[in-house]
C-alpha cells in the first residue's frame, strides 16, 4: 500500500495538474492516491483545439487557449506544485505550459509519462522543468509531496530525478507495483467538470506486458 507521513496537524500540498485532448488515466490515478494521502489537487483542461493533428499554427492555438484566463486561474488556484503527464505526442504542450508557468510564477514543476521515462535528461535540459518521474508515479509523487510539506530533503525520492544547482540527481527507480488493488480507484471527478465524459471512458485492468517483442516499444517501461 502507498504508506505516507501523518501530516493532520500540518499544512499540506495543493498540486495543480495540466491535461489535454481527453481524460486522463494516469492523472486520476495520481489524483486519487495524493487525495488518498490527504494533499489537494486541481486540474486545468485544455481541449484538443487541432484535433491532435497538429495543423493549427502555434500563434493560432496560443490565442485559442486564451493564457490569460489561465494566468488567473493558477493565481487563484496557487498550487505548491505543478505536475504533467507526458505521453511523447503532447511534449509541444508541455513545453508551453512550463514556459507559461515559470514565466509568472515560482513554482516548481515536475513531469512524468513516458517521455520522462524514455528521455529523462532530455526533459530536464528545459530550463523550465524541473523535476521527472520515471516509471510509475503513484508512490513517488505521494512521498514527494509529504516530504516538501513537512520541509524534509525531497531530492532522495525514488523514481524523480531533480535539477540541483546545475547538476541532476538521478535516484534509483522503485519497484514496479505487484498489485494494483493497492492503488484507490481513478478520481475522476476533475476531468467530469471539463464534460471529457460525453463520449469515451477508460478503463485499465492490468499494467505492463510480459512479452518483449521486438516491434513494441512496452519493454521499455519495464525500468
Given amino acids: 500500500m502507498i504508506e505516507h507521513l501523518d501530516l493532520t496537524k500540518g499544512p499540506l500540498m495543493k498540486i495543480l495538474f495540466f491535461a489535454k485532448g481527453q481524460e486522463t488515466l494516469a492523472i486520476e490515478y495520481l489524483c486519487a492516491s495524493l487525495k488518498n494521502a490527504g494533499h489537494e489537487v486541481e486540474l486545468l483542461f485544455e481541449p ?47 513545453k508551453q505550459v512550463v514556459k507559461l508557468v515559470k514565466q509568472y510564477f515560482d513554482i516548481p514543476v515536475i513531469i512524468g509519462g513516458g517521455h520522462a521515462t524514455l528521455a529523462p ?82 478503463f485499465v485492468a492490468g499494467r505492463g506486458c510480459p512479452y518483449h517483442c521486438t516491434y513494441c516499444c512496452q519493454h521499455a517501461f519495464s525500468l
Fill in 121 to 202: 535528461d532530455y526533459i530536464l535540459a528545459n530550463e523550465n522543468i524541473d523535476m521527472v518521474c520515471l516509471g510509475e508515479g503513484e508512490e513517488p509523487l505521494v512521498e514527494l509531496a509529504d516530504k516538501m510539506t513537512s520541509g524534509k530533503d525531497y531530492t532522495d525520492t525514488k523514481n524523480i530525478w531533480f535539477k540541483k544547482k546545475g547538476t541532476i540527481i538521478r535516484n534509483p527507480v522503485r519497484s514496479l507495483l505487484e498489485e494494483i488493488d493497492c492503488l484507490p480507484f481513478p478520481d475522476r471527478d476533475l476531468f467530469y467538470k471539463y464534460g471529457c465524459f460525453s463520449g469515451n471512458v477508460y
Fill in 48 to 94: 484538443e483545439l487541432d484535433g491532435g493533428m497538429g495543423f493549427l499554427p502555434p500563434y493560432l492555438l496560443k490565442w485559442l487557449r486564451n493564457e490569460d484566463l489561465w494566468i488567473k486561474a493558477i493565481e487563484k488556484i496557487s498550487p505548491d506544485l505543478v505536475a504533467l503527464s507526458c505521453p511523447l505526442n503532447i511534449y509541444p504542450f508541455v
